[in-house]
């Protein structure tokens, strides 16, 4: 046991995402699969077992703790549904992964836009016996209006089609031409068998025709965080920190999580909505002070200059701004009980900063069906439309196909407090 | 390949730094709920973090029944002096004073009383409207579908059917006067990343974690430490004996059972975690029971 055993577990990387599917699906054996054929593979690793990915015994269905597998509310195992978005953790010697469980039916635009927002790859479960339904279409244009970089297409039951690789060929072919149009950018299409494990965690013995990676393969090397440290430095202010002790009597630090970019000592900055400039002096964290930082790390910056920034402010570097305004349109996944109808007022929280605003009109909203954009005064609960707002003060945004934190908001209802709304600014 | 890479607990970190900062933003009064287990000792270590160089802008508040370990009470004093925490300490005197205990009362009913009523008086004592948790959704089935931010109402207690998306990083704290939030700002890190955490940033710790020989009373399938004032409650046929062992959690003391271990330093702790197939909470008598945990969290306990 050495601390370079310590040092391979604690640096792997996390990655975020989301599985859908019904539960005719396979989903709950998939999921079941996945942490049973996972568990212990820390172990392993600390261990320094050098087993072929320490994974090659396959387990069997009665290692699966079930009760974390089952609905976890009264509620849902007394009415035999599953009601809400569930997170799922399970490790391999590579990586971390957190995963919402999407139900499939009900709701399925709430739970799905909840669980994949903040997903970087998505697993979408087909029936290898009923091939690509409308849901399966439904599911993939809401995942690719939420940007998701990687959509994962899992063929499962291929146990049940002989392992027909003509089953298979026919999906892969009905899914890449259903995500070209809808701007899918990477698809990925796996044929698995999550009751045998086939192409799950090891590639089994009954689909040699398949020569891509195995699901668990494909997860482990998809990149975790895209390309946010490529984007634009922007830096939500959530906090500005002056402890005004007799050590820091002047101190102010500008305290937020880096939504985007790198940030370097001595870069030049500029805070939105004033406009001031300053430089960096310091960045500073609990384990001291860094030279450079890059999303999505939680820093405190200090400027040379005692310029006036707040919460809701926006730092980015000079020359980098955001695209500001009080007309606001964007693609809005609705989520509240009562419907969204132009002339309402709403609060948006957008990072770190609250505004009001009025629908000032329905542009359009989706048939999630075909497709069509249908002319409508409202959208209602799991509806999704094209919305334009008038805003109390103007926002500093960027269009959520350019940045996914600085590009989406919440709607707010201001009677009851409720999140009602996910928009994602066009 | 970009060179910018965080390691999973460093993004862990930084997602927790982030809620705790949003809850202080948006919030009047905040509190920090802190137990002095392990998962606190990491809440508590992330707070920290989240406000250097300045101190904790909210107090701790211990939620005490009475019941803890000594090396809790010993363990909570001087790390609260040490770091300048404003520890606030409450206990629903009341039921103490009527001689409330598991063993004549029921776990269910002293949980309820010292533990659920005990914090629900405390949160209302101090007016606070958001107090920050560290349960994790890895822990038990009900938690594994709970928000970050809790929302409860004017008697404190959870409504899972109606629970607010939360969406991106964007939490939404807008409630109504009475109402309070609950916050879990490690909600997705598991028992594995605690422990590496805790490795890793060396944060102190409660030794009852760590494995030595200890006096303790075998009971049903569970070690129960034992201490020289139990000589009462030991019931018939049961003799205290040395074992090697140590606590994986820590809760009450007649209400939290140790596991037999060797594991006497953080290394080995982390294999043992990695190794064990086991739930925490199995050596915690109060989730037993069909919903335990899920009708406790309505009824307003953490």
Redesign the interface.
């Given at each position: 046991m050495t601390e370079a055993n310590f040092k391979l577990v604690e640096e792997v990387e996390l990655l975020r995402l989301v599985t859908v599917g019904s539960v005719d699906d396979g989903k709950s054996t998939l999921i079941g699969r996945l942490l049973v054929d996972t568990k212990g593979a820390f172990e392993d690793q600390l261990l320094a077992v050098r087993k072929q990915k320490g994974l090659d015994s396959i387990a069997t269905a009665a290692d699966i703790d079930l009760a974390m597998l089952t609905d976890g509310l009264s509620a849902e195992r007394e009415q035999g549904i599953t009601i809400d978005v569930a997170y799922r953790y399970f490790a391999t010697p590579k990586r971390k992964f957190i995963m919402a469980d999407c139900p499939g039916h009900e709701q399925y635009t709430r739970n799905m836009v909840t669980g994949a927002s903040t997903a970087s790859a998505a697993i979408i479960l087909i029936d290898a016996r009923s091939g690509v339904m409308p849901q399966t279409k439904r599911h993939t244009h809401i995942l690719g209006l939420l940007g998701i970089p990687h959509l994962i297409v899992a063929v499962n039951k291929m146990d049940l089609v002989d392992f027909d690789q003509a089953v298979f060929e026919q999906i892969r072919a009905e899914m890449n031409e259903y995500c070209a149009k809808q701007g899918v950018k990477d698809l990925i299409c796996i044929p698995i068998s999550a009751l045998d494990g086939d192409m799950v965690a090891v590639r089994g013995n009954n689909l040699d025709w398949y020569e891509g990676k195995t699901l668990l393969e494909t997860l482990e090397s998809l990149p975790t965080l895209g390309d946010v440290d490529r984007l634009p430095f922007r830096l939500p202010v959530q906090l500005v920190n002056r402890p005004q002790t007799t050590e820091l009597p002047d101190y102010r630090g500008f305290m937020g999580t880096i939504a985007s970019g790198t940030i370097r000592v001595g870069d030049e900055i500029i805070a939105v909505p004033s406009g001031n400039t300053s430089t960096v002096k310091e960045i500073v964290t609990f384990d001291g002070n860094l030279q450079e930082a890059f999303a999505p790390q939680s820093v405190t910056l200090t400027l040379n200059d005692n310029i006036d920034i707040s919460r809701g402010d926006m730092i980015t570097r000079v020359g980098e701004k955001t695209g500001d305004s009080k007309d606001l349109t964007a693609n809005v996944c609705w989520i509240g009980d009562e419907p969204l109808s132009a002339r309402k007022k709403y609060i948006i929280k957008h990072t770190t900063n609250s505004v009001k605003a009025m629908v000032s009109s329905v542009d359009f909203k989706t048939d999630i069906h075909t497709l069509d954009h249908l002319d409508a005064d409202e959208l209602a609960m799991n509806e999704i439309g094209r919305i334009t707002f008038k805003l109390q003060k103007p926002l500093h945004y960027d269009s959520y196909a350019d940045n996914r934190a600085t590009g989406s908001f919440i709607l707010i209802d201001t009677f009851t407090n409720n999140t009602v709304g996910a928009g994602m600014i066009v | 390949m970009?060179e910018?890479?965080?390691?999973?607990?460093?993004?862990?970190?930084?997602?927790s730094?982030?809620i705790i900062?949003?809850v202080?933003?948006e919030f009047r009064n905040p509190v920090m709920l802190y137990s002095v287990g392990k998962d606190s000792s990491v809440l508590l270590h992330l707070a920290?973090?989240?406000?250097?160089?300045?101190?904790l802008p909210f107090s701790l508040l211990h939620v005490d029944t009475g019941f803890k370990f000594k090396e809790m009470y010993e363990f909570r004093d001087a790390f609260c002096k040490e770091i300048g925490a404003n520890l606030i300490v409450r206990r629903n005197e009341d039921a103490i004073a009527k001689g409330m205990n598991p063993k004549d009362f029921g776990v269910a009913r002293c949980c309820g009383a010292l533990k659920t009523q005990g914090l629900l008086d405390a949160l209302e004592e101090g007016e606070y409207d958001a107090a920050f948790g560290g349960a994790r959704?890895?822990e038990e089935?009900?938690?594994?579908?709970e928000r970050v931010f809790s929302m409860r109402d004017e008697f404190g207690q959870w409504d899972?059917?109606n629970?607010?998306?939360?969406?991106?990083?964007?939490y939404?704290g807008?409630?109504?006067d009475g109402e309070s939030v609950r916050v879990f700002p490690i909600?997705?890190w598991?028992e594995?990343?605690i422990w590496?955490y805790i490795?890793?940033e060396k944060i102190p710790i409660v030794p009852l974690y760590f494995a030595k020989e200890r006096l303790m009373v075998e009971r049903k399938h569970l070690l129960i430490p034992y201490y020289e004032e139990m000589k009462d409650q030991l019931l018939e046929g049961e003799e205290p004996k040395m074992v090697m062992s140590r606590f994986r959690t820590l809760g009450c003391s007649p209400c939290t059972g140790a596991i037999r271990s060797d594991a006497v330093n953080m290394?080995e702790i982390?294999?043992e975690a990695?190794?064990s197939?086991r739930?925490e909470r199995e050596t915690r008598i109060i989730d037993h029971g069909?919903?335990s945990m899920?009708?406790k969290k309505k009824e307003g306990y953490f």
């Amino acid at each position: 046991m050495t601390e370079a055993n310590f040092k391979l577990v604690e640096e792997v990387e996390l990655l975020r995402l989301v599985t859908v599917g019904s539960v005719d699906d396979g989903k709950s054996t998939l999921i079941g699969r996945l942490l049973v054929d996972t568990k212990g593979a820390f172990e392993d690793q600390l261990l320094a077992v050098r087993k072929q990915k320490g994974l090659d015994s396959i387990a069997t269905a009665a290692d699966i703790d079930l009760a974390m597998l089952t609905d976890g509310l009264s509620a849902e195992r007394e009415q035999g549904i599953t009601i809400d978005v569930a997170y799922r953790y399970f490790a391999t010697p590579k990586r971390k992964f957190i995963m919402a469980d999407c139900p499939g039916h009900e709701q399925y635009t709430r739970n799905m836009v909840t669980g994949a927002s903040t997903a970087s790859a998505a697993i979408i479960l087909i029936d290898a016996r009923s091939g690509v339904m409308p849901q399966t279409k439904r599911h993939t244009h809401i995942l690719g209006l939420l940007g998701i970089p990687h959509l994962i297409v899992a063929v499962n039951k291929m146990d049940l089609v002989d392992f027909d690789q003509a089953v298979f060929e026919q999906i892969r072919a009905e899914m890449n031409e259903y995500c070209a149009k809808q701007g899918v950018k990477d698809l990925i299409c796996i044929p698995i068998s999550a009751l045998d494990g086939d192409m799950v965690a090891v590639r089994g013995n009954n689909l040699d025709w398949y020569e891509g990676k195995t699901l668990l393969e494909t997860l482990e090397s998809l990149p975790t965080l895209g390309d946010v440290d490529r984007l634009p430095f922007r830096l939500p202010v959530q906090l500005v920190n002056r402890p005004q002790t007799t050590e820091l009597p002047d101190y102010r630090g500008f305290m937020g999580t880096i939504a985007s970019g790198t940030i370097r000592v001595g870069d030049e900055i500029i805070a939105v909505p004033s406009g001031n400039t300053s430089t960096v002096k310091e960045i500073v964290t609990f384990d001291g002070n860094l030279q450079e930082a890059f999303a999505p790390q939680s820093v405190t910056l200090t400027l040379n200059d005692n310029i006036d920034i707040s919460r809701g402010d926006m730092i980015t570097r000079v020359g980098e701004k955001t695209g500001d305004s009080k007309d606001l349109t964007a693609n809005v996944c609705w989520i509240g009980d009562e419907p969204l109808s132009a002339r309402k007022k709403y609060i948006i929280k957008h990072t770190t900063n609250s505004v009001k605003a009025m629908v000032s009109s329905v542009d359009f909203k989706t048939d999630i069906h075909t497709l069509d954009h249908l002319d409508a005064d409202e959208l209602a609960m799991n509806e999704i439309g094209r919305i334009t707002f008038k805003l109390q003060k103007p926002l500093h945004y960027d269009s959520y196909a350019d940045n996914r934190a600085t590009g989406s908001f919440i709607l707010i209802d201001t009677f009851t407090n409720n999140t009602v709304g996910a928009g994602m600014i066009v | 390949m970009s060179e910018h890479k965080l390691t999973q607990l460093k993004a862990l970190e930084a997602e927790s730094i982030h809620i705790i900062r949003e809850v202080v933003a948006e919030f009047r009064n905040p509190v920090m709920l802190y137990s002095v287990g392990k998962d606190s000792s990491v809440l508590l270590h992330l707070a920290r973090k989240a406000f250097y160089p300045a101190p904790l802008p909210f107090s701790l508040l211990h939620v005490d029944t009475g019941f803890k370990f000594k090396e809790m009470y010993e363990f909570r004093d001087a790390f609260c002096k040490e770091i300048g925490a404003n520890l606030i300490v409450r206990r629903n005197e009341d039921a103490i004073a009527k001689g409330m205990n598991p063993k004549d009362f029921g776990v269910a009913r002293c949980c309820g009383a010292l533990k659920t009523q005990g914090l629900l008086d405390a949160l209302e004592e101090g007016e606070y409207d958001a107090a920050f948790g560290g349960a994790r959704r890895d822990e038990e089935r009900s938690r594994a579908k709970e928000r970050v931010f809790s929302m409860r109402d004017e008697f404190g207690q959870w409504d899972p059917k109606n629970q607010r998306p939360e969406l991106w990083s964007l939490y939404n704290g807008r409630i109504h006067d009475g109402e309070s939030v609950r916050v879990f700002p490690i909600s997705n890190w598991t028992e594995m990343d605690i422990w590496l955490y805790i490795r890793e940033e060396k944060i102190p710790i409660v030794p009852l974690y760590f494995a030595k020989e200890r006096l303790m009373v075998e009971r049903k399938h569970l070690l129960i430490p034992y201490y020289e004032e139990m000589k009462d409650q030991l019931l018939e046929g049961e003799e205290p004996k040395m074992v090697m062992s140590r606590f994986r959690t820590l809760g009450c003391s007649p209400c939290t059972g140790a596991i037999r271990s060797d594991a006497v330093n953080m290394d080995e702790i982390v294999i043992e975690a990695a190794a064990s197939r086991r739930s925490e909470r199995e050596t915690r008598i109060i989730d037993h029971g069909s919903n335990s945990m899920e009708d406790k969290k309505k009824e307003g306990y953490f």
